[in-house]
């Protein structure tokens, strides 16, 4: 089974659109770095995921080393995000964000990478989740002020699952 290292964007974007639960029940496991979880998720979300499933992965020293040589070199990414690259590259698990400065490192070092439009799409091909619920659930999350998806893809997405 694939694994999938997220940042918090993306999880904050699944549970705006009351998506999490569905999200457990993809064929993927989801993991995040011990740092951002104590972070950025710690208490009642942090609690749910974990019962839901969410790996909660303790950086190696090499890990480590590479993260923070990673923050050294761009300090747009934060330390959590880091903590996640680190992970994802020595482990060769897939990273999944909705943060551009993630994803251009994730592009230009050549990690596998994805971010929540594709989890949309998941759920659609898989026929995890109907329609209406994808529509509603996107909705909610483009017209959050803090929404940062590409508009034209939002609206492509959502009128498929208006269909």
């Not at 999880?11 to 979880?37: G, H, K, N, S, W």
């Not at 190696?60 to 994802?88: G, H, M, N, W, Y």
């Not at 619920?133 to 002020?145: K, M, Q, V, Y």
């Amino acid at each position: 089974m694939s694994i999938l290292v997220s940042d918090t964007s993306v999880l904050i974007d699944l549970e705006r659109a009351q998506l999490l639960e569905d999200t457990f029940r993809l064929p993927f496991e989801f993991a995040v770095p011990d740092l951002l979880y104590e972070r950025e998720l710690a208490g009642a979300l942090g609690d749910q995921l974990v019962a839901l499933g969410l790996r909660v992965e303790v950086l190696t020293p090499a890990e480590l080393s590479r993260a923070t040589t990673v923050r050294r070199q761009d300090a747009r990414l934060s330390v959590p995000d880091t903590f996640a690259f680190a992970i994802a590259q020595s482990r060769q698990w897939t990273l999944l964000t909705g943060d551009g400065s993630l994803r251009e490192l994730a592009v230009a070092e050549a990690i596998d990478m994805h971010g929540v439009l594709w989890l949309f799409d998941e759920f659609a091909d898989g026929d995890h989740v109907p329609f209406h619920r994808l529509h509603n659930g996107l909705s909610t999350i483009f017209a959050h002020p803090r929404c940062r998806l590409p508009a034209n893809e939002v609206r492509r997405r959502l009128a498929r699952f208006a269909e």
